[in-house]
């Protein structure tokens, strides 16, 4: 008897490592590049304590992240602006160029609207403050894997002012329908496809068949080129 029941404890304690060795092959996995070391411990310390993500590697400068993080098997990186030597900004742009599938959201205490479309212009998919709650910061984290690019409300707010205002509109932007003018404005405020869908009461294939004729009309090929396109002009 009692070899049976060791027999299944150890049946036991086998499924429990392998499930927890399947959840951190499936877990997210973030990379966190800021030169400050609380807040590197900080954002550490909340990526491994919530389910389905996992840290791959934290860098205190970008020289040292894009050295690493093309080999890290990170999907997601965290990225500060103003860091030593190299600037956020021109590591994001370096990171893409070497890895076109990373996704990088920019997690600053700048407001300013330059450096939020430069930091969309090299490639970032998303923008959020450093005040960001931790609850909000791992969902924008889902949010953009999952093909989102999530902003702080304050930064959303810039984003509609911004291209709301006079004189901001480039000729190829002219060409879009007021339906098209809505899908992308919904896109630079960081919705998801399903989220356009609902909000405006149409299809997940009416809104990729939209997307299509923004591309075209902007003579872009990505969501976030389309974005900084109608953001800039």
Do not use: C
Not at 23 to 30: D, F, K, S, T, Y
Not at 92 to 114: C, F, N
């Amino acid at each position: 008897m009692k070899t049976h029941l060791h027999v299944i404890e150890g049946g036991k304690k086998r499924a429990e490592r392998a499930s927890r060795m399947l959840q951190q092959v499936e877990a997210l996995r973030v990379s966190i590049v800021d030169d400050d070391p609380e807040i590197r411990e900080q954002l550490s310390n909340l990526i491994s304590n919530s389910s389905g993500l996992t840290l791959a590697s934290q860098h205190s400068d970008a020289q040292n992240a894009i050295d690493v993080i093309p080999n890290s098997g990170a999907e997601v990186v965290l990225m500060d602006i103003n860091l030593p030597g190299m600037s956020g900004i021109d590591g994001a742009r370096a990171l893409k160029q070497k890895a076109p599938a990373l996704q990088i959201v920019m997690l600053t205490v700048y407001e300013d609207s330059e450096l939020i479309f430069e930091s969309l212009k090299a490639g970032a998919s998303g923008y959020l403050l450093k005040r960001t709650s931790g609850p909000k910061l791992i969902e924008a984290l889902r949010e953009v894997h999952a093909g989102g690019s999530p902003m702080s409300s304050q930064i959303a707010r810039k984003v509609v002012q911004y291209f709301n205002e006079s004189g901001r509109r480039s000729p190829e932007l002219e060409q879009l329908t007021q339906r098209e003018r809505t899908v992308l404005d919904s896109l630079a405020r960081g919705q998801l496809y399903k989220q356009i869908a609902d909000e405006l009461a149409m299809s997940l294939d009416t809104v990729r068949s939209h997307l299509q004729h923004i591309y075209q009309k902007l003579h872009v090929h990505t969501r976030t080129d389309a974005v900084v396109k109608y953001l800039r002009k």
